[in-house]
């Protein structure tokens, strides 16, 4: 004897189509190949040896980039300007150029990308100068900006200069050379 087959409502049009009465057996059967994919795998001999050179260099000579990162703000500003919390990351390769973000979540017109064009090093201050390259406020792209860093250890105070606009705040330092020391 067979009972009419259960039903679901494809909530938005309304209608209706066949259950699947076979979730349970499906994902059983899948989690059961799923443990034997992994079992294989293991069983495998891993002879493939991880590299760790890789487009930004290979830490182990002291080629790869150089990493900041902080949050800068200026709560004096007047306007708009004084309410942002803005996130600074740059990618420093070893000739001093490289590539960045500016970011606020709340204020998302001022997220934007960046261009490092030169590094100067004075003892443990580090300047960064570039240009913004693309931004959700059309007006900002072409805009010059100078970030300070100054590293102590793996920390940084930071100073940014954008629109004639100056924000201080605090973040990280990771530099390739000094991991090959430590």
Same mark, same amino acid.
């Given at each position: 004897?067979?009972?009419?087959?259960?039903?679901?409502?494809?909530?938005?049009?309304?209608?209706?189509?066949?259950?699947?009465?076979?979730?349970?057996?499906?994902?059983?059967?899948?989690?059961?190949?799923?443990?034997?994919?992994?079992?294989?795998?293991?069983?495998?001999?891993?002879?493939?040896?991880?590299?760790?050179?890789?487009?930004?260099?290979?830490?182990?000579?002291?080629?790869?980039?150089?990493?900041?990162?902080?949050?800068?703000?200026?709560?004096?500003?007047?306007?708009?300007?004084?309410?942002?919390?803005?996130?600074?990351?740059?990618?420093?390769?070893?000739?001093?150029?490289?590539?960045?973000?500016?970011?606020?979540?709340?204020?998302?017109?001022?997220?934007?990308?960046?261009?490092?064009?030169?590094?100067?090093?004075?003892?443990?201050?580090?300047?960064?100068?570039?240009?913004?390259?693309?931004?959700?406020?059309?007006?900002?792209? !072409?805009?010059?900006?100078?970030?300070?860093?100054?590293?102590? !250890?793996?920390?940084?105070?930071?100073?940014?200069?954008?629109?004639?606009?100056?924000?201080?705040?605090?973040?990280?330092?990771?530099?390739?050379?000094?991991?090959?020391?430590?």
């Amino acid at each position: 004897m067979r009972t009419e087959e259960p039903a679901s409502t494809n909530g938005a049009r309304g209608a209706t189509r066949p259950a699947p009465d076979n979730d349970r057996r499906r994902f059983l059967k899948l989690a059961g190949a799923a443990l034997l994919a992994g079992a294989a795998v293991r069983a495998v001999p891993q002879t493939a040896e991880a590299s760790i050179h890789h487009v930004g260099g290979d830490i182990r000579d002291g080629t790869s980039n150089t990493y900041f990162g902080g949050v800068v703000l200026n709560p004096d500003l007047p306007g708009p300007a004084g309410q942002l919390i803005l996130n600074v990351y740059l990618a420093i390769d070893p000739d001093g150029t490289g590539v960045g973000t500016l970011s606020d979540p709340v204020h998302s017109t001022v997220n934007s990308h960046l261009a490092v064009q030169q590094t100067t090093r004075h003892g443990n201050e580090l300047e960064l100068a570039g240009v913004v390259i693309r931004s959700n406020d059309p007006a900002r792209v !072409g805009q010059r900006f100078m970030v300070t860093s100054y590293v102590q !250890g793996d920390f940084t105070s930071l100073v940014l200069q954008l629109n004639q606009e100056t924000f201080s705040g605090q973040g990280f330092h990771v530099d390739s050379m000094r991991i090959l020391v430590d």
